[in-house]
């Protein structure tokens, strides 16, 4: 089983910067793909950045040119920087990952095929 924790939540002004962490317990090494995904109040959970194997790396319209995903080369921690954060980024943003080969959602939406483990979220609310 694959343990994902998430860290790095909290609460900042609009135009602010947060970084996520997701650390991941037991082997994602061979992970294909890993991800972020956020749920805010009465909304759908929706697709916010995603990594392949490779190093491809595929971002929501919403969030292109101010947020970016990385993982250490353990693959072992996932991160999301953000930046210029707006009110409407405010959501549980989760970490998730899998492992099947050529399964891994791209440019956002509630595609998430494939990302068979996730976490329990983490907090993240802009103030205006």
């Known amino acids: 089983q694959v343990q994902l924790v998430e860290s790095g939540g909290g609460s900042v002004q609009a135009g602010g910067s947060l970084r996520l962490s997701c650390a991941a317990f037991?082997?994602?090494?061979?992970?294909?793909?890993m991800g972020w995904f956020r749920q805010a109040p009465g909304k759908e959970r929706e697709g916010v950045a995603t990594?392949?194997?490779?190093?491809?790396?595929s971002y929501a319209d919403s969030v292109k040119g101010r947020f970016t995903i990385s993982q250490d080369n353990a693959k072992t921690t996932l991160y999301l920087q953000m930046s210029s954060l707006k009110p409407e980024d405010t959501a549980m943003y989760y970490c998730?990952?899998?492992?099947?080969?050529?399964?891994?959602?791209?440019?956002?939406?509630?595609?998430?095929?494939?990302?068979?483990?996730w976490g329990k979220g983490t907090l993240v609310t802009i103030s205006s």
């Open positions: 990594i392949r194997t490779d190093g491809y790396a």
């Open positions: 037991r082997n994602t090494y061979s992970s294909y793909c």
């Open positions: 998730a990952a899998g492992f099947r080969a050529g399964a891994c959602p791209t440019g956002g939406g509630g595609n998430h095929y494939g990302l068979d483990y």
